[in-house]
């Protein structure tokens, strides 16, 4: 197998890869079973993942398994990302 250097998102973007990325919080449910909303879940985070955020603009989607249909969360995150990619001006990423 061909192994291939490890980049990080900088290196492989550019500055730009921040207004191209969005967290997915998966397992949301985990949140709401702690007694969680998403965000007191958000509030609680460490200053590690609070960064991140900030850093992509807090675009994050929380992606639950109980309650909605797959079909229905799939539509959820696509309508997400939508906004995302209307929020960049349909502007593409590119890479380096």
Do not use: D
């Given at each position: ?11 492989l ?38 960064t ?10 929380f992606?639950?398994k ?31």
């Amino acid at each position: 197998f061909r192994k291939f250097p490890q980049l990080s998102p900088f290196e492989l973007l550019g500055h730009a890869w921040k207004n191209y990325t969005a967290i997915l919080f998966t397992h949301a449910e985990k949140t709401e079973e702690a007694g969680f909303s998403e965000g007191e879940y958000l509030h609680e985070a460490s200053e590690t993942l609070l960064t991140l955020l900030n850093s992509v603009q807090h675009r994050y989607i929380f992606q639950y398994k109980k309650g909605n249909s797959l079909n229905k969360q799939r539509i959820k995150i696509l309508e997400r990302i939508m906004e995302f990619i209307r929020e960049n001006c349909h502007q593409a990423l590119t890479f380096k």
